[in-house]
């Protein structure tokens, strides 16, 4: 049985359960290595020089996600340290489940086997890189007896500590269980495996925001209901192995939206189902030849409703009120066909095949129906002046299908005996992307000393990106065929008659007319020495670049000179367009070692850099955020919004005697940047994304003027203290030199992300007593009991930090991550 490693960016920690010649303390991975051996083609099996082999990998096995504390057991929690943002792409980190590609993870988690990040970074299997992808593998059944499984976890408020934005202490409990079956059947032909979970969690939201009567702070409980349950059997040949797989999941939430400056009237409810059958068939000849047939069905239906239907208020910088204006729903069905041949001849390990995957979307979405009012500041509320009402109406569903193929061909040689090399050329085509000449190249390369204690990898390639379905739904809502977007200017309030008949030209979206695929070129050289026999130090430097990114920005925004659109026919004219590009650089140093087969520590550093000119992450029907000025792009070059100087995760197992355990995670970041923006919109766009020009840096960070133009009695050309201007009605006036930023008529000078928010620091732990009620000879049986505590310092750790300068909180953050969090829970292997 081979190894697993946890293996970070460059890291391997080998646990006693994962290393040769010791035996696993997990039962069910002990029995399964009597009965579940299966031939797999490989370059090499365990050869350290083979692609696959990379010491930047993380692996997670059974033994491993049951000894690390993982909020609810969520078997990605851990791994998706490790996971680069910088190589996610639009559509986020690409969860792949026994090889078929998706979003999410749908499955209960004691159905995973192993979670690995990274492995074979540049394989022409896969889409995206090592680092943004998280490969999962689940359980078959066990050939040897019959397993049981059971577990419950529990927490209550009574033993966390306070949200500092919270004023009272709300009541909270969540709980979870699972269990999981399998065993043999037919006379031993075929396994079995059934398991399932449920998840029940009363958590709440805190809302922090200034209104009209004053500071506002309290809790809202949005509870959450998740089940999962996975069926599976296998059935075996000495040639064919046939799989048959259901899984279905149920992800029920109350009260979303709301928290920071939404109000708990903005409250919405979604519910998420999936309903997925696979076959899967896999055809062996010799250990040389494997063949991969898989068949995938995923029928996903989802919907969003707000709790109340009243207009959407949007006060910049102070509250957000009235209805969510959400109303969606979709229904996707998905059907996923691959086939992939690995061969194995003299030097060469083959591997080759092709996907094609069918997507069809049913998608309606009557968000906005009820409009939408946005003031400037609170003053402008108070006074009843917005600056702005947006409303759709038409018809809000369309229906299409997205076809997507890729084939690939990859050839691992053994040139030399100390030298491996890796060739890979991928072909990604798309049916609603015109676009054919999408080659994806890729290279690994990988030497060793003649001691063979130090590699050297180095490799190259190319990634291109899918055109989300998100994109191509909202295009056909709002391309001027189907729904109707209409904006009014400084309208009453409250609105009075038809907004449709006092409307201007309406608002499109529009596909640039050579939307091509966006597109990552990666390279990497790192370094891998091994002192000792559990020892390992790794230094590797990654070279990311984006290309044809996507953007969105307005091609009928008001002229600078003139303030007058091109095109009077239409007001805003959003287009979506790959002009869009990144840059990202890291250096990770990593330490792993393994002391006596009881201290398990791995560690790992990470400096790093990221800088792009567009937002585009496709994780809501948001979709981008605009720029400041859609005709100076080049003010929207700034860090990437996930950019991080530095990154430090460490993951750690102490065994003990009496079959104690502890665990450890620990994560330390550098802060996030966030925008500056000066909450009003002088240049006319609909969009109150301006930002200020800067003034003296070295001034206090809160500190602004604003011109008399946009002050309520002020003289245009003089330059008033911000603050006193428009949180205390006084005119008192500054200079530039005394204030750090500027509010003044024009274009400002401050580039996109200027403001960074604070580092990072959480610290989980895990204590775990094992009880042995059978020993393993008669057939193991055990019980153990856990107790869990993230963030066990209560470290306060703020985020959505206020960038908005006509903001009472500019500078600050009216959210915080969860404080210390107690966990009970129990676990009974039968």
């Known amino acids: 049985m081979r190894a697993s490693a946890l293996l970070p960016l460059g890291i391997a920690c080998c646990l006693p359960a994962l290393c040769a010649g010791k035996p696993s303390t997990d039962p069910q991975t002990a029995d399964d290595s009597e009965g579940m051996a299966e031939v797999t083609v490989t370059a090499r099996g365990d050869d350290p020089l083979a692609a696959q082999q990379n010491a930047s990998a993380v692996e997670l096995d059974g033994a491993l996600l049951g000894s690390l504390p993982a909020k609810l057991e969520d078997p990605l929690a851990v791994a998706s340290l490790f996971v680069d943002p910088a190589a996610n792409g639009a559509g986020g980190t690409r969860i792949v489940v026994d090889g078929v590609e998706g979003d999410t993870l749908d499955v209960p988690s004691s159905s995973v086997k192993t979670v690995a990040v990274d492995s074979n970074p540049y394989s022409a299997e896969f889409s995206r890189p090592g680092k943004g992808r998280i490969e999962v593998t689940t359980w078959g059944g ?3 007896r019959l397993h ?21 202490h709300p009541s909270r409990q969540r709980d979870w269980g699972a269990g999981q079956f399998d065993g043999p059947w037919l006379g031993g032909k075929a396994t079995f495996f059934v398991g399932g979970d449920y998840l029940r969690d009363n958590d709440n939201s805190f ?41 279905w999941s149920d992800d029920r939430q109350t009260n979303q939206g709301v928290g920071a400056f939404d109000l708990p009237e903005r409250a919405w409810n979604s519910r998420n189902r999936t309903h997925e059958l696979r076959i899967s068939d896999v055809a062996r000849v010799g250990t040389d030849f494997r063949n991969d047939l898989r068949f995938d069905f995923r029928y996903r239906p989802k919907i969003a409703d707000s709790m109340s239907d009243a207009p959407a208020v949007l006060v910049n910088g102070a509250f957000n009120g009235g209805g969510a204006q959400v109303s969606r729903q979709s229904v996707e069905k998905d059907i996923d066909f691959q086939d992939l041949v690995s061969y194995r001849v003299g030097p060469h390990s083959l591997r080759f095949g092709g996907l094609a995957k069918s997507r069809l979307i049913d998608y309606t979405d009557a968000s906005n129906f009820g409009g939408t009012y946005t003031f400037s500041d609170l003053p402008d509320f108070v006074n009843n002046l917005p600056r702005q009402y947006t409303v759709n109406g038409g018809n809000p569903r369309v229906r299409f299908t997205q076809n997507e193929f890729a084939y690939f061909l990859q050839d691992e040689i053994r040139l ?8 890979g050329l991928r072909h990604e085509l798309q049916s609603n992307l015109d676009e054919h000449a999408n080659l994806a190249p890729r290279l690994a390369l990988s030497a060793a000393s003649e001691d063979g204690r130090t590699i050297v990898r180095a490799g190259s390639g190319i990634f291109y990106q899918r055109q989300p379905v998100t994109l191509e739904e909202q295009y056909l809502l709002l391309d001027g065929s189907n729904l109707r977007q209409v904006v009014l200017t400084n309208p009453s309030y409250p609105l009075t008659g038809d907004p449709f008949a006092q409307a201007g030209p309406p608002n499109v979206l529009r596909l640039a007319p050579h939307l091509r695929a966006p597109y990552d070129i990666q390279a990497s050289l790192g370094v891998e020495r091994k002192l000792g026999e559990h020892t390992t130090l790794t230094a590797e430097y990654t070279r990311l670049r984006g290309r044809r990114l996507y953007r969105m920005r307005d091609i009928n925004a008001p002229l600078p000179a003139t303030g007058i659109r091109p095109d009077p026919n239409f007001l805003n004219v959003d287009q979506f367009e790959t002009t869009g ?16 087969y009881t201290l398990h520590l791995v560690a790992q550093y990470t400096f790093s850099r990221a800088t792009d000119d567009t937002s585009c992450l496709f994780s809501q029907p948001g979709l981008c955020r605009p720029p400041a000025d859609s005709y100076n792009l080049a003010g929207e070059r700034g860090p990437a919004d996930y950019d991080q100087r530095h990154r430090f995760n460490l993951a750690g197992v102490l065994y003990l005697p009496g079959h104690f355990t502890l665990g450890c995670v620990v994560s330390l970041s550098s802060g996030t940047p966030y925008d500056i923006t000066t909450g009003f919109d002088d240049n006319q766009d609909t969009v109150f994304s301006d930002r200020p020009t800067l003034g003296n840096p070295a001034a206090p960070f809160q500190s602004f003027g604003i011109d008399g133009s946009g002050v309520v009695g002020g003289t245009p050309g003089t330059l008033y203290d911000g603050p006193e201007a428009l949180f205390a009605g006084r005119l008192v006036q500054t200079t530039p030199s005394s204030v750090h930023w500027l509010i003044q008529p024009g274009p400002g000078n401050v580039g996109r992300n200027s403001g960074r928010g604070p580092s990072f620091a959480d610290v989980d732990l895990r204590v775990a007593k094992r009880f042995v009620l059978r020993e393993k000879s008669k057939g193991a049986q055990s019980l153990e009991l856990r107790l869990d505590a993230f963030n066990l310092l209560n470290h306060v750790n703020y985020f959505n930090y206020v960038g908005t300068l006509n903001s009472r909180y500019f500078g600050r953050a009216n959210h915080a991550h969860v404080p210390r969090e107690i966990q009970l829970s129990v676990r009974a292997r039968l």
């Open 581 to 596: 590009s990144s840059r990202s650089d890291s250096l990770s140093l990593g330490v792993r070692a393994t002391i006596a």
């Open 207 to 247: 809302t922090t925001a200034l209104t009209p009567s004053g500071a506002v702070s309290e809790p809202l409980p949005f509870p959450r209901r998740t089940a999962h349950l996975i069926a599976r059997s296998d059935f075996r040949t000495p040639l064919h192995t046939l799989s048959l797989l259901y899984n």
């Open 148 to 168: 049981r499984r059971f577990e419950f976890a529990y927490r209550d408020n009574h033993f966390d500590a306070t949200n500092p934005f919270d004023t009272v």
């Open 142 to 144: 066990s050939l040897v």
């Open 416 to 423: 030399r005996p100390r030298l491996n090399l890796l060739l």
